[in-house]
């Protein structure tokens, strides 16, 4: 790698450890940085070697209040892009901060030059970003920030939508996603003594326990979710789809999924082939291509697409 390069990831780490203290630990500044455990660690050694102060605590590292970055400049490009993440995260999941966002947004404006700062006001105005029906997680998703930087175990009480059931969990929160427009709790449940998924909306009450918990150093957010479709976990399930060449070209130009291969076959049709953790969520998927798409494997989702089908037409039929 280039002196130019390590020298960009070390000034985005101290950029990163300023703006959010004691939130980044070096496995965190590694999974950001995409680099090992060793070169995070060696990247802040050369922030210390070169003056700054970085303390390290158990929720992550922090700089000493004396130490101060040097004032940011935006370019256009730069101010547009940042303006247009922050609407677009304030219109869908991030519209429970929408206001402190607009804060955000202001103190950019007021930190460019008077002509920058013009056109990109004239600009942001033909930019559209459309909102999307968000879970509501109210003041629950701050609640969980604080646990999870201070390393808090809390307690919930929790709807569960699959059982249909309200229930009393002890939680040693790990981290908070975003997936199919609600929020996520990802932790330790020592009820059911394993790591779960909890919808942040259905947890009707959150409170501290007053214990801390300690995260386990072989957890990784990424390595969690990496063979779920969206949100839901289950049996690790090869899944081949067969698509048509009607809508093939719509399979082709997105990446559905980290471990998806793609087969041409010669009638411009495609073998749609990834590996998910349980087949639930990919079969909703797969039916919202109707008949233009056919399960080859495995046979028990293939049977119960079927059987689906045949409820749905049973739905539908006319005497």
């Known amino acids: 790698m280039s002196r130019h390069k390590q020298m960009g990831r070390i000034l985005r780490i101290a950029a990163l450890i300023h703006a959010n203290p004691r939130r980044y ?5 590694a999974e950001r940085c995409g680099v090992s455990l060793r070169t995070a660690q060696r990247d802040i050694e050369e922030l210390r070697a070169a003056g700054i102060h970085i303390d390290s605590h158990p929720g992550g590292y922090e ?7 040097p004032p ?18 304030a219109e869908n999941e991030g519209r429970h901060i929408s206001l402190t966002l607009e804060d955000a947004i202001a103190k950019v404006n007021a930190a460019l030059p008077e002509y920058t700062a013009r056109v ?19 003041e629950k998703i701050d609640r969980l920030h604080e646990a999870i930087g201070n390393r808090l175990q ?13 229930t009393e969990r002890r939680i040693d929160p790990y981290a908070v996603m975003f997936r199919k427009r609600a929020w996520y709790l990802v932790g330790f449940c020592h ?24 995260y386990p150093d072989n957890f990784s957010l ?21 698509f048509d060449r009607r809508v093939a070209p719509l399979i082709k130009e997105v990446r559905w999924h980290d471990t998806q291969q793609i087969e041409e076959l ?42 689906t089908a045949r409820r749905m037409l049973k739905k539908y039929q006319v005497d």
Do not use: C
């Not at 809390?154 to 309200?166: E, N, T, W």
């Not at 009820?191 to 009707?204: A, D, E, P, S």
């Open 25 to 29: 630990t070096r496995r965190r500044l």
């Open 266 to 307: 010669k009638d411009g049709s495609i073998l749609f082939k990834v590996t998910v953790a349980g087949t639930r969520e990919i079969g909703f998927w797969i039916m919202s291509y109707g008949d233009s798409a056919e399960v080859i494997e495995p046979k028990s989702l293939r049977d119960e697409i079927i059987a």
């Open 72 to 89: 940011v400049s935006f370019t256009l490009e730069e101010a547009l892009a940042l303006v247009t993440s922050a609407r677009s995260f």
């Open 222 to 242: 990424k390595e969690y979710m990496s063979k779920s479709w969206e949100v839901m976990l289950g049996e690790e399930t090869d899944v081949v789809v067969k």
């Open 154 to 166: 809390i307690h919930i009480i929790y709807y569960s939508f699959s059982r249909d059931k309200i």
């Open 120 to 138: 990109l006001r004239e600009t942001s105005k033909r930019i559209d970003v459309a909102g999307q029906k968000v879970s509501d997680v109210g």
């Open 63 to 69: 700089i000493a209040s004396e130490y101060f970055l």
């Open 191 to 214: 009820t059911f003594h394993t790591i779960l998924t909890f919808r942040i909306n259905r947890i009707l009450r959150l409170s501290y326990t007053g214990k801390s918990f300690i």
